[in-house]
């Protein structure tokens, strides 16, 4: 037997996580493309208006208990517990510590859903206090229609978890996708029979097939050792739920903000709902795409190396996704800033959503998208500290934020006159002080996280992210005065195409340059990674 050198014994931290990171972003970007899809059909079958702000109050309270219980919070508290067990090599006991978080969970979410279903009446008027009686009523039985779709999500969620513990990640991926196909079904044909519900059973339709028989599947075929057990008191599940508790808050607060913008948009009468709604959807593009994909790759790599206690390895693996994520990100945010118009005017209006929609969608999309790196960021950052087990302090930067998010949005929204832009600001600015907070508490718990090489790397990205946005904004100035007015939903969206088409060509392309002339580590590394899977294509 040969004995590994140093070098070989510690591979670059970058290589396995962005090989996984490529099947995420590929699976993600077409989930993102049949949301792009899903939100076109149905903002032209109902506008921007009081139906649909319906449609979208009927996921407030089915959301809330999904970032509460059965979202990321549980996977992220279950996946360090069974990456250990993995890594160690002790395969039936991840497994029961799987059968037994599945069995006990679905008996409590169960349990929500049930007293979901039963207050569901006052939960929608909780939180949808500007609503009309009219609109309460109409939003109570869409609520009733997607809350069951939650038993799906956790236990999806649970065998997504698995699955990425064990190295796999593309079918995961998927689900999303079945999901969004499901809502583009009930939008095309359910509509016809039932109204705006049909677009509530087709949610719950692919959640039932994506993120539960999909799933249930290709966990089988990795072997899944399921027996149906409730011993909540085994060591390794305690370990599960002490490290749930917190991370329920720490995951959910962030999310939980969107759902505040949603609250607090229905006192501010039919349209605002729906266009942040939208907005923020458009903005998740990025997000998932990029962050998502970054953050579900690198989160057993990150628990692995902390399972190892090899702290250095830990370290240059939080480096390396946060330097990713700011270079995919930062070009993003800049592109949607300034496009966010033409952007809208392609995908959204036709049918019912007229112009004057356009415009209340792209300032919300504008306020939204300054924030993008940092909800990126703090995404890997978050899951640095749950790859080490430690769920408190999360929980506590989470909480404090929440705490200062909550009165910015009266201030933002009536105080300052902002009305909705103000709710979409006030969420970009609590994302950067979470984001900020998180990286000053990582780099002192880790002993720095290559704070020089990290600052050189933010100083390139910006510089070159600086220059796309200029050319970007003569490109697009520049098409608009040679397209000239745009009349019809046609012309309007061929203008709004070849200014998107060409001012984000031209952004992305000096953006390149301007990385590669400035010696960007990220661009030579993706290079090097798609050199490297040519190679092995040939």
């Not at 219980?69 to 160690?88: D, H, N, Q, R």
């Not at 609503?131 to 779709?149: D, K, M, Q, S």
């Not at 945010?333 to 809208?344: D, G, K, N």
């Not at 952004?507 to 092995?536: D, F, I, K, N």
Request: aromatic residues 8%.
């Amino acid at each position: 037997m040969t004995t590994a050198s140093p070098a070989a014994a510690r591979p670059d931290p970058g290589r396995g996580v962005a090989g996984a990171a490529v099947i995420m972003v590929v699976s993600i970007f077409a989930s993102r493309l049949l949301g792009l899809v899903r939100d076109a059909i149905i903002s032209g079958k109902f506008g921007q208006g009081s139906i649909s702000d319906v449609y979208y109050a009927a996921f407030v309270v089915p959301d809330l208990l999904f970032f509460l219980i059965a979202g990321g919070a549980l996977s992220s508290a279950f996946i360090p517990v069974f990456t250990e067990k993995i890594t160690l090599g002790r395969e039936d006991e991840a497994w029961r510590v799987f059968s037994i978080v599945a069995s006990v969970m679905l008996v409590v979410v169960t349990a929500f859903v049930v007293v979901g279903e039963a207050l569901t009446a006052p939960l929608v008027r909780l939180t949808s206090y500007g609503f009309t009686p009219a609109e309460v009523a109409a939003t109570v039985p869409l609520t009733r229609i997607v809350l069951p779709a939650q038993l799906c999500f956790f236990l999806g969620g649970l065998m997504m978890g698995a699955q990425q513990a064990k190295g796999r990640f593309l079918v995961p991926s998927l689900g999303p996708n079945l999901y969004n196909l499901g809502i583009i079904f009930g939008g095309l044909v359910l509509t016809a029979f039932v109204g705006v519900a049909g677009l509530c059973w087709g949610a719950l339709l692919g959640a039932i097939v994506g993120n539960f028989a999909l799933q249930g599947w290709a966990l089988s075929r990795l072997g899944m050792r399921y027996r149906p057990t409730f011993n909540w008191r085994d060591p390794d599940a305690m370990r599960v739920w002490k490290l749930m508790l917190p991370v329920i808050l720490g995951l959910a607060l962030p999310q939980v903000s969107i759902l505040f913008n949603r609250i607090f948009a229905t006192s501010l009468g039919p349209g605002p709902l729906s266009a942040l709604t939208r907005a923020n959807m458009l903005m998740q593009a990025p997000l998932a795409i990029f962050g998502q994909a970054l953050s579900v790759a690198i989160f057993p790599t990150l628990a692995a190396h902390a399972a190892r206690r090899d702290w250095a390895q830990l370290r240059a693996s939080v480096n390396t996704g946060i330097r990713f994520i700011l270079f995919l990100t930062v070009p993003s945010s800049v592109l949607l800033i300034l496009l966010a118009r033409p952007v809208i005017a392609v995908i959204l209006q036709h049918g019912r959503f007229s112009s004057a929609d356009t415009t209340m969608t792209a300032t919300a999309l504008t306020c939204y998208s300054l924030g993008i790196f940092a909800w990126s960021a703090q995404a890997v950052l978050a899951r640095g500290f749950y790859a080490m087990q430690d769920t408190v302090t999360p929980v506590v930067i989470g909480t404090l934020v929440t705490l200062v998010f909550i009165p910015m949005n009266l201030l933002f929204m009536n105080t300052l006159g902002l009305g909705y832009a103000g709710l979409a600001l006030a969420t970009t600015v609590a994302a950067t002080l979470h984001m900020a907070a998180m990286l000053v508490v990582l780099r002192a718990r880790l002993r720095g996280l290559g704070g020089r090489h990290l600052a050189m790397s933010v100083g390139r990205i910006v510089l070159a992210g600086a220059a796309a946005g200029v050319v970007c904004w003569a490109v697009r100035e520049g098409a608009g005065s040679l397209l000239g007015p745009a009349h019809g939903v046609r012309e309007v969206k061929v203008h709004a195409l070849l200014t998107l088409g060409a001012a984000s060509a031209a952004g992305t392309m000096v953006y390149g340059l301007c990385a590669l002339a400035l010696g960007s580590g990220e661009l030579r590394h993706a290079l090097r990674l798609l050199a490297r899977r040519r190679a092995r294509a040939a």
